[in-house]
């Protein structure tokens, strides 16, 4: 009875091992709108951080990716419905979101900010906040933070950061609030950036702001998971993944280990 029992065990092992789905072909989702983790270029290829992350995660993977563009509004649902297998666009895992899609664990990390002119003065109270004009993208962190915290604020919510940096220059906005690296180089780096400045503390509160970034992929692509775990593993052993954040940023972007 235990030599049937373990050779049910064995074949049952194998069976799993057989149906395990090895990933040859990967088609990402990305933004191509929120420099610098991604943005379109004049001939309309995609570039920044993420897509050198997810270039470098197929590399190590050996697999032939393509990289589909995708409006951050509708990009959970292209996923679902099957536009592309995994989204790699800066996306933090968030207990909301883990209701719809599965996370690899993070590849990055780092906290929201508040941005504003230079004379700007700001204080973290509702009252304070009171018909502020705010600007963020919608669906995201940042969205759901300035709407639990400040909802006497007057919330201007866009389809993307370039289009609320510009009415922040404009001065149809008294503040900004978006992933600090994509402050620095959406707004402070470019041209006029010098006028504007972070302001407030750094926002990393788990309850909003999930556990970092990570890639999503359907709940039933459990194996995919899988090796994309693996290859950010290798990438960052391998001294890749630190190539790939000098280009960008001047800070460690991964975070606490």
Known sequence: MKKLSLLIAVLAFSFN????????????????????????????SVTGFDIDIANALC?????????????????????????????????????????KVAFTNKYQQVPARFV????????????????KKVGTQRATTMDLYISDNFPSAEIKRYGSF????LDLKSGRLDYVIADSAAVVGGLLDKEGGDKFAFIGPKL?????????????VRKQDKDLVEQLNAAIVAIRANGTYKQIQDKYFTFDIYGDE
């Open 17 to 44: 091992t057989a149906q395990a789905k090895e990933w040859k072909q990967i088609r990402i989702g990305v933004e191509g709108a929120y420099p610098p983790y991604s943005q379109t270029e004049a001939d309309g």
């Open 59 to 99: 590399d190590e993977l050996k697999a032939k990716c393509t990289l589909v563009k995708q409006d951050w509004d509708g990009i959970i649902p292209a996923l679902l419905a099957r536009k592309y297998d995994a989204i790699i666009a800066t996306m933090d895992i968030t207990a909301e979101r883990k209701k």
């Open 116 to 131: 504003a002119t230079k004379d700007a003065t700001f204080e973290a109270t509702d009252a304070f906040m009171k018909g």
């Open 162 to 165: 370039d289009e609320a940096f």
């Open 204 to 216: 990393t509160n788990p309850k909003w702001f999930g556990e970092g970034a990570g890639i999503a």
